[in-house]
């Protein structure tokens, strides 16, 4: 197993994590930022405010993209256990 081989597997891994998290952390980082919005227009300066509406985001963020990203990380995985003899020897 030569070194630029492990640099490609390490990039394929990098790039579905990205992948299947980058949907996820998108939506929480928009939502968090309109509740700062909200929280600074009323100045409400409550921190516990921000944990709900990101939690239900995600969740629902989960509920839409999960069947996405769980064929994601099946497609990689099944990638990886076809070639494992590449890896091996």
């Known amino acids: 197993m030569s070194g630029e081989f492990v640099i490609s597997l390490a990039e394929q891994g990098i790039y579905t994590i990205l992948m299947v998290t980058g949907p996820i952390l998108i939506l ?10 909200f929280q600074a227009t009323t100045q409400i300066q409550e921190q516990t405010l921000a944990f709900i509406p990101k939690i239900v985001a ?19 995985a099944s990638n990886l256990f076809q070639n ?3 890896f091996v020897g």
């Open 58 to 76: 995600v969740l629902l963020g989960i509920v839409i993209f999960g069947p996405w990203m769980l064929s994601v990380m099946v497609e990689f």
């Open 84 to 86: 494992i003899n590449r």
């Open 28 to 37: 929480a980082l928009v939502v968090g930022l309109l509740v700062s919005i």
